[in-house]
């Protein structure tokens, strides 16, 4: 990602002053564009990417159960009185592995 957002400043600095500069070739131009359309693309498919990760990951958590070391957390009456009112919200902390 460091890269990435290294590479697009470059980019960004390179079509100002390419747009500041006078006698510079629209082929000049249409090239630093369509690199940054290009390092677009590589930044959407990374981020596509590791959406497509967390969601495997979120969708794996949901799917776990008590047994897998899940266990109920309650609020204490003040903060249930002001936050969950109804008590349809259920809190769960994962007890004895550690959760990454």
Known sequence: MEMM???MQSL???MITMNGEEGDSEEDKEEVKAQARLA???KAKECE???AEIEEWAMKILEETEEDGW???T???MMRGSLNP???TKAYLKVGDLFY
Request: glycine share 0%.
């Open 75 to 77: 609020c204490n009456k």
């Open 5 to 7: 957002r290294k590479e």
């Open 71 to 73: 266990k109920e957390v």
């Open 49 to 51: 990417k590791l959406a």
């Open 86 to 88: 109804t008590e349809r």
């Open 12 to 14: 960004k600095r390179k």
């Open 40 to 42: 677009q693309r590589r």
